[in-house]
């Protein structure tokens, strides 16, 4: 068995990401347009109408701005907590869709993929991250959080893919000119991680598992590419694991298509 994952887009502009098994193929979250998402699926082999599942993190727009067309066109079942389709439920347009309900917390299956929601904090309903398996391989995916917390270190253990947030530089982002209440926000405990702390927890979840790391969310005037990835690979050096493969996400192109397991 094996999963295979690819990031289409990731950043404020839209966030999606593939996670498939040889059946079973997921979209986390919706935020690049249908025709976007159809089109970054396609260059990578994939078909839109072979969706079987779509899973929202949490109902800001750039994570589920195409969700209802998407549904429409692919007849994808849709699955979301309470508190994000509570929230959903207040835009006109998404009111009606039919949702699977998962409890945050408790895990749940959607064909032969095992997915675990667990909670994050974020400035938003009720957001969380997902660890999805197929029995032998485990992917985590974590694209917006302000901290750290046991619970999220413990669910990522034993993952050997890694999608999560490395949103911004600490000193670009006291530089930036941005307002000090939006610096404040980001940087805050339901903002966005940091480089750093991005850094800091891979090695903490490492284990003997961990094989690769995608770097998601990064802020594009606070943050640059080889800045997240320099600040990722010296603090997994440190803790000797050069080993771990650190690839970058973007905006506007699929990153690279990886397959893990046998």
């Known amino acids: 068995m094996s999963l295979k994952v690819c990031v289409l887009s990731s950043g404020s502009s839209g966030n999606c990401a593939y996670v498939a098994s040889d059946t079973t193929g997921i979209l986390i979250d919706a935020g690049l347009s249908c025709?976007?998402?159809?089109?970054?699926?396609?260059?990578?082999?994939?078909?839109?109408?072979?969706?079987?599942?779509?899973?929202?993190?949490?109902?800001?727009d750039d994570h589920k701005s195409s969700l209802g067309i998407l549904h429409r066109k692919t007849g994808a079942a849709l699955y979301a907590n309470s508190?994000?389709?509570?929230?959903l439920g207040q835009d006109d347009k998404l009111k009606d869709l039919k949702w699977n309900m998962f409890s945050t917390g408790s895990a749940f299956q959607i064909g032969d993929i095992r997915i675990e929601p667990f909670s994050v904090p974020h400035d938003s309903y009720d957001p969380v991250g997902f660890a999805l398996s197929d029995g032998s391989s485990r992917v985590g995916v974590v694209t917006d959080?302000?901290?750290?917390?046991?619970?999220?270190?413990?669910?990522?253990?034993?993952?050997?893919?890694?999608?999560?947030?490395?949103?911004?530089?600490?000193?670009?982002?006291?530089?930036?000119?941005?307002?000090?209440?939006?610096?404040?926000?980001?940087a805050g405990r339901q903002g966005h991680l940091s480089n750093k702390d991005a850094a800091e927890l891979l090695a903490e979840v490492a284990g003997d598992t961990l094989t690769v790391v995608f770097l998601a969310?990064?802020?594009?005037?606070?943050?640059?590419?080889?800045?997240?990835?320099?600040t990722v690979q010296k603090i997994l050096a440190g803790h000797k694991r050069s080993d771990i493969a650190v690839k970058l996400t973007y905006p506007d192109r699929a990153s690279e298509f990886i397959q893990i397991g046998k």
């Open 35 to 60: 025709k976007e998402t159809a089109a970054r699926l396609a260059a990578i082999g994939v078909e839109l109408q072979s969706i079987s599942a779509i899973c929202l993190t949490h109902e800001h």
């Open 145 to 186: 959080m302000g901290i750290v917390t046991d619970l999220i270190r413990e669910r990522l253990k034993g993952c050997q893919v890694i999608v999560l947030e490395s949103n911004h530089d600490t000193d670009m982002l006291k530089a930036s000119q941005r307002p000090w209440s939006l610096k404040q926000r980001i």
């Open 217 to 230: 969310h990064l802020s594009s005037d606070c943050n640059k590419p080889d800045v997240a990835v320099k």
């Open 83 to 87: 508190g994000t389709i509570d929230a």
